[in-house]
């Protein structure tokens, strides 16, 4: 069974800071992995995808890389803002399976 | 594109009793899927179907639980004799189709709580 794990389990920052979330899973094959956001108590938001194919996406102050053979992700986030405080999860769609894994995700406190 | 919309938000029962909860996907979505959190805990896969079709279960999804989507739109789930330990999110999502450029879109979810 995939198992996908997010490190830090929570980080907090200074507003301006750039920084680096990071996602591990366990089995290289997949076709994709998505980076979600949750803010508390909802539902959550996509911000980028990833397939297998790919080594990055960039989306605004958004990148997120996918290195398969070693099975990280990371999401960097620029010059960080309080509205960027959420919870960041990642998840990843492993081939011959039809859902998403899902990692118990990175609180993320950006302080003005 | 309103978006994936869920109902109700937010779900009190006591224990023992029936609760339904219902999703509405992104209209032209074919794939729609649920899922279960809880608290400081990533989503974890409850079940998921193609238009009307239920396709695969998780073994998380007890004989207590059953999902419909009768027409291939919107779906329900309803959670029979709940229990103490079905307290959580319970979040919907759709998609496009499968394949590698799809991102799933969630809803808000259904928060219950069993007491």
């Known amino acids: 069974k995939q198992e996908v794990t997010q490190i830090p389990a929570a980080l907090s920052v200074p507003e301006g800071e750039n920084l680096v979330l990071n996602c591990s899973f366990t089995d290289s094959a997949i076709y994709n992995l998505q980076w979600f956001r949750q803010d508390p108590g909802k539902g959550l938001t996509s911000l980028l995808l990833?397939?297998?194919?790919?080594r990055e996406q960039t989306s605004g102050r958004l990148n997120a890389s996918l290195d398969k053979s070693s099975g990280r992700s990371t999401l960097y986030i620029a010059a960080s803002q309080p509205g960027d405080s959420a919870t960041y999860l990642c998840?990843?769609?492993?081939?011959?399976?039809?859902?998403?894994?899902f990692g118990t995700g990175t609180r993320l406190t950006v302080i003005p | 594109d309103t978006g994936v919309s869920q109902n109700p938000r937010h779900k009190i029962t006591k224990r023992g009793q029936n609760v339904t909860f219902r999703c509405d996907p992104i209209?032209?979505?074919?794939?729609l899927y649920w899922y279960r959190q809880t608290l400081g805990q990533g989503p974890e896969f409850l079940t998921y179907f193609q238009n009307e079709a239920q396709l695969e279960k998780s073994r998380l999804l007890s004989d207590r639980f059953s999902a419909e989507r009768p027409k291939g739109s919107f779906s329900t789930l309803e959670i029979q004799r709940t229990e103490q330990g079905d307290s959580a999110m319970y979040l919907c999502a759709s998609s496009l189709a499968q394949g590698t450029n799809s991102p799933l879109h969630f809803g808000n979810g259904t928060r219950l709580t069993v007491t």
């Open positions: 990833i397939q297998s194919s790919q």
């Open positions: 998840a990843v769609g492993a081939a011959g399976a039809n859902n998403l894994f």
């Open positions: 209209s032209e979505h074919n794939r």
